[in-house]
């Protein structure tokens, strides 16, 4: 009977490591090629940082996360490290050297933007249309892709620069700052 338990012990291990170690087929692309920092995972879509793929407080990339008012660096807050609220620069960068493209993803609306860079077109980001919270109402819900930056808006102190972006158009502009948007982090 011994002889039998330690000629199988060998195949169940086999098996065991076998089946642990395929991958958990995530809402992800299958060609897009991610990583994990400090547990969230991100996508180098060749710019000088690195896109979250989820928003803060979401789970996956087509779900829309928390609501924040713009102010505190809220994704360096809850997620440590050096993830970071992205500047209005980041989100330049983003625009101009990505293709744009509006989508469904798992039944919701959103942009995508994938990478032009050289090595990196196989890469993208989606940016589900969470629309806005103002007075505690949600607005424009799988209609706009709406995400603060950490800078402020120098032509009007009552805005900061945030991603704004439609079925038909996208761009980084002022948005006034008593509303409240998601959050998309990225690092270094």
Not at 31 to 41: A, P, R, T, V
Not at 101 to 124: L, M
Request: hydrophobic fraction near 35%; glycine fraction near 8%; aromatic fraction near 14%.
């Amino acid at each position: 009977m011994m002889m039998r338990i330690i000629k199988l012990f060998p195949i169940a291990a086999v098996l065991f490591i076998g089946f642990s170690s395929c991958d958990k087929k995530d809402d992800k692309d299958d060609e897009n090629i991610s990583n994990m920092y400090l547990g969230h995972e991100y996508v180098d879509l060749g710019l000088k940082v690195k896109w979250a793929t989820c928003n803060v407080d979401a789970s996956k990339p087509s779900e829309y996360g928390e609501y924040f008012i713009w102010g505190n660096d809220v994704a360096h807050q809850k997620w440590g490290g050096d993830w970071r609220m992205p500047t209005q620069d980041d989100f330049e960068e983003l625009v101009n050297n990505c293709t744009y493209a509006w989508i469904t993803k798992d039944g919701i609306q959103g942009c995508q933007f994938t990478s032009n860079i050289t090595g990196f077109t196989d890469r993208s980001i989606f940016l589900p249309a969470a629309g806005k919270s103002f007075e505690g109402e949600l607005e424009d819900v799988g209609l706009s892709s709406l995400y603060w930056s950490s800078t402020l808006y120098s032509d009007d102190p009552e805005g900061a620069w945030g991603l704004w972006a439609e079925y038909n158009t996208h761009d980084v502009r002022g948005i006034n700052r008593e509303c409240s948007l998601p959050i998309r982090p990225v690092c270094p």
